[in-house]
């Protein structure tokens, strides 16, 4: 099974700041790794899929880029709305494995 | 629009089995895709638990492959779950999802929360 270890597990950052969450596959995945944003009491929602593709609908202001193990997602300025849980998730292979998650609070 | 819904019990006892259903509207399963449950205990993050093809086929996690089951009721246009066994930590917000190898879980359900307990 592969193995999605995600960094960091929470951090605190402000409005305005660029944030990058890290995820790292145990195995090669290729560019098969999605990103999905979660508000408390909300459905996950998918914000990027193999690797760099943005969901329809989603800000700009969100990336993500990597290929094989490593993987990021980056946000070039935090908006108040973006505070929220992310996870990654890799769509390579069953079993499917996400990430632990990154909870992004207001410093 | 492709919308999917979950329904089932809310409260199961401990040993019994849980089962859901998910109904899909605005896109026939038959169509392709997979089809997939996941759950997420109180506090905690995502976690897989399998997915079924139109055709049958079905994919689980290891972690729970003994005790779980997935299947499809194409004529109905939905897919069920069923975990046996049940204990405390089943306790879980289940959602099904809508998943393509290139695009992963583009569409979800709303959830439903089940709680296992006497």
């Known amino acids: 099974d592969i193995q999605m270890t995600q960094s960091p597990s929470a951090m605190s950052a402000s409005v305005g700041d660029r944030v990058t969450i890290t995820c790292r596959a145990s195995?090669?995945?290729?560019?098969?790794l999605a990103w999905f944003q979660q508000k408390p009491g909300k459905v996950p929602k998918r914000l990027i899929y193999?690797?760099?593709s943005l969901q329809s609908g989603v800000p700009s202001r969100f990336s993500g880029s990597g290929s094989g193990t490593e993987f990021t997602l980056t946000i070039s300025s935090l908006q108040p709305e973006d505070f929220a849980t992310y996870y990654c998730?890799?769509?390579?292979?069953?079993?499917?494995?996400f990430g632990g998650g990154t909870k992004v609070e207001i410093k | 629009q492709v919308q999917l819904q979950e329904s089932g019990p809310g409260l199961v006892k401990p040993s019994e089995t849980l089962s859901l259903t998910c109904a899909v509207s605005?896109?026939?399963?038959?169509?392709?895709?997979?089809w997939g449950w996941i759950r997420q205990p109180p506090g905690k993050g995502l976690e897989w638990i399998g997915s079924?093809?139109?055709?049958?086929?079905?994919y689980y996690n290891p972690s729970l492959k003994s005790r779980v089951t997935i299947s499809v009721d194409t004529s109905k246009n939905q897919f069920s779950l069923k975990l046996s066994s049940v204990t405390a930590a089943d306790t879980a917000v289940y959602y099904c999802?809508?998943?393509?190898?290139?695009?992963?879980?583009?569409?979800w359900g709303q959830g439903t929360m089940v709680t296992v307990s006497s």
């Open positions: 999802a809508r998943f393509g190898w290139a695009d992963a879980f583009d569409i």
């Open positions: 605005g896109y026939s399963i038959s169509s392709g895709y997979y």
């Open positions: 079924i093809y139109h055709s049958g086929s079905t």
């Open positions: 195995q090669g995945i290729s560019n098969y």
């Open positions: 193999a690797s760099s």
């Open positions: 998730l890799q769509h390579n292979s069953y079993p499917l494995t």
